[in-house]
């Protein structure tokens, strides 16, 4: 999105660098997403649990944002 500014005043960091806030954000879905698949199969997770879960899938999920955020990008 292009943003008119005058000389003094600068756009916001977050317009250079969409695909972190995409990487967060699927981040976070992913643990709750996990946390409610343990749920459905009778355990009890709690914030960390779905933290632990797709701790060990970071690099689909950072591929999984790379995408959406490319994606995001074009259209």
């Not at 960091?13 to 996990?34: E, Q, R, W």
């Not at 199969?41 to 959406?68: C, D, E, H």
Request: glycine content about 8%; hydrophobic content about 50%.
């Amino acid at each position: 999105m292009l943003l008119a500014y005058s000389s003094s005043t600068r756009p916001s960091p977050s317009l250079y660098c969409p695909s972190v806030h995409y990487f967060i954000m699927t981040f976070f879905n992913a643990a709750t997403v996990h946390s409610a698949a343990l749920r459905m199969q009778g355990g009890n997770p709690n914030v960390m649990t779905g933290l632990k879960g797709v701790m060990s899938r970071l690099p689909q999920i950072f591929g999984w944002a790379l995408v959406a955020a490319t994606v995001g990008f074009v259209l």
